[in-house]
């Protein structure tokens, strides 16, 4: 057992993957879960990030260094959901195992589509996947500085664990 904390109540299910909505400027959002297959199409996505939008180091910049940190990411304990608007993927969330005992969240959104609902269908249909595998405690860090990522969290239910350093550190309970 790790010293993380998780709060002591589940919040409940979300819903899985596959799915689609409407998100905004009226474009079709396509959900799927994701893996080895994506990481082409994944390290383009992650190419278009401004350098100025990582958070943490992440995503690297390098396409070889996304490559990498993708084939380190992405494996077969990890569970791993994308957003495609047309034949384009536009954001992508992932559980990671953290070798104690729970998954440690990313997630990212490509610029042009963030403020339009996909980072809360994106987080949600993630943990819907991960419950539908057996995960049942997430944690994340996030800079404290990112009003708009602290507020989708606490949204979907993630409670702040640590505020002692410039990140928080939140996790929540399925």
Known sequence: MSDRTYPDESVGTFPSPPAAFTGGEDREIRLRESGRGDVDALVEMYEGFDPADRA?????????AIRDWLETIVTEDSVSVVAAHEDRLVGHAILVPDRQDGYELAIFILAEYQGAGIGTELLSHLLGAGQAVGVDRVWLTV???NDAAIALYRKIGFETASSESFELEMSIRL
């Open 143 to 145: 800079e404290r500085w």
């Open 56 to 64: 943490q180091g992440i995503p690297p910049i390098d396409p070889e």
